[in-house]
């Protein structure tokens, strides 16, 4: 991992405990705690089509890699993509990339 910002890496090539390779280009990733990041996509990203495709190469690694599934919500901010990651536990995808989309995630948010 790479990154001059304490707790923000560029994960370009490194390596989880056991000792494997992770090889993910660009991506920069903000640990939040023990088994929560956030990935912040390219600037001119697509978050419909550019956050899919991330979100499937995460869980790809981390299943080949650790043998763990994991929980991706993808949106323009971190509030309404932690949102999205809770409403698709334990295994799967939410984007949050319209109106709608944002509306049907806060209806499931307790208040």
Known sequence: MTG??????????????????????ALVVE????DEAYVQLPA???????????????KTLVRSRLGLVVS???ASNKFLAKRASAT???DG?????SDEDVAAVLAKTPA
């Open 4 to 25: 001059s910002n304490p707790g923000r890496v560029a994960i370009d090539d490194d390596r989880d405990p056991s000792g494997r390779r992770f090889k993910v280009p």
């Open 31 to 34: 640990k939040a705690s023990i």
């Open 44 to 58: 001119g990203a697509s978050l419909s089509r550019d956050a899919r495709l991330a979100a499937d190469a995460i």
């Open 72 to 74: 991706v919500g993808a």
């Open 88 to 90: 698709c536990k334990p």
């Open 93 to 97: 995808v939410a984007i949050v990339a």
